[in-house]
């Protein structure tokens, strides 16, 4: 699985926005766990929303009675400010919406918008459904669940096929398919709604009242307004770098984008269903070329696809997944997730965190090293180092450790870059870390397997 995070979401129902926390599966003691923030009123599973960031924040740093307090992460959460606890674009779902986004003709958009919704909708259902726990010796009730209309609006077939993405909803038989889709919206939608509004907790744990909450409307005009005072801090920020003139050429800094050319919303619409599985598509550039993989955490160690301490790594999506629906054994085979990977028909196409381009970290180096010193800061290594460390854990390259220990001169920037990203990296920094990173880059490189 996956190592354990919490992420911000934002639900819209009944034209008013909560925000809340999403702990996705993730493994622990041999068990998988997934969670929101929330907890037990009068012996009904709760989800705790609130009407702003801030108040959201607010109740993280002073409550540990609910269903996260005992998460890994919650330390690092119960510190987090408004900003990092407000969900981004992926993480905000319209439940009031659905029926608008069925009524019109299917898009793209329109298909991975429903198909996040209805997941984001399953899982709340999957953590808060607590109808058979008093009968479960009952063989009448086995199959009994507070969410009925959700499992037969999950179980119709249309709403399997928006994993499929818009091809599934092209031609004479995907417009029958996409018009099935929106009567049973018709039909189901409401009962859902009704179903899940006895597990929202508009509250906030008896900390708001829903006067309090702002329409749908507002809050999305609240999120415009806070996206341009960023941009509008930015902005002053850029005049005060550019201030003084610079002369030198712009040195390439890391961006994240690594050598694997894919569209941004490909790349979004796909990252739910592998957070969801906990499996990870990863990027590695090194000299002898780039490519993609997959990673997970056992236990908090990653863990690869490949097997002996080996990463295997393929040239594009597509070579991957023709592996993962092989039959070869491998280190990913016995993670409990496993299963879906291989039926999956979601591209592994990597987010940006997950892509470490080792040869562009040499690049910068180098290049500060002959002068572009004060247009590179310290934050260039942080990502790669995250990316090296994991690979140097899976295949037992002790070596890479030695390099990065806490006194040397690679090891000392890494430790500057987590305490200070934003110092600046100079010329004689520069060229006493190119012969440690190439060396760390050397001894990771031994452990790839380029694989068709």
Known sequence: ??????????????????????????????????????????????????????????????????????????????????????????HRYDLDGVYDVVAENPDRWAVEELAATFDITGRLAECCDTADDEDEDDDEDDDETAFASLAELMAKPEVAMLGLGLDA??????????????????????????????????????????????????????????????????????????????????????????????????????????EGVGILPVEVVVPEGAGVTLRCYVEDAARFLGADGEVYLFGTPAELTAFVQGDEEHDLAEVASWPEVEETTVSPLPVDQDRYDLVEVAEVLAEVADGAAGLVDHAVLVQAVEGVRDLAEYAGLSRVEELLGASTPLGQAVARAERDPRAALRAEDAARLTGPWDEVVREVSTALVFRT
């Open 169 to 274: 909803f092209t031609g004479r038989a995907g417009e029958d398919a996409w018009i099935r889709l929106g009567g049973a919206v018709d039909e189901l939608w409401e009962d859902v709604l009704g179903e899940l509004e006895d597990h929202l907790d508009w509250t906030g744990a008896g900390t708001a009242e829903l006067s309090a909450y702002p329409s749908a409307e507002e809050s999305e005009e609240d999120d415009d307004e806070d996206d341009d005072e960023d941009a509008d801090d930015e902005d002053e920020g850029d005049a005060e770098v550019t201030e003084a003139p610079v002369t030198a050429a712009p040195t390439s800094a890391i961006s994240g984008g690594g050598r694997l050319a894919a569209d941004p919303a490909a790349v979004a619409a796909a990252a739910g269903f592998w």
């Open 1 to 90: 699985m996956a190592r354990p995070s919490i992420v911000p979401i934002a639900l819209t129902l009944d034209d008013r926005t909560g925000y809340t926390l999403w702990a996705p599966p993730w493994e622990e003691d041999g068990e998988e766990w997934q969670a929101f923030l929330g907890g037990s009123v009068d012996g009904t599973a709760v989800v705790h929303l609130f009407p702003t960031p801030a108040a959201l924040a607010a109740f993280c740093r002073t409550s540990t009675d609910h269903d996260l307090a005992d998460h890994p992460v919650w330390p690092v959460v119960a510190g987090l400010g408004p900003a990092d606890v407000t969900p981004d674009d992926d």
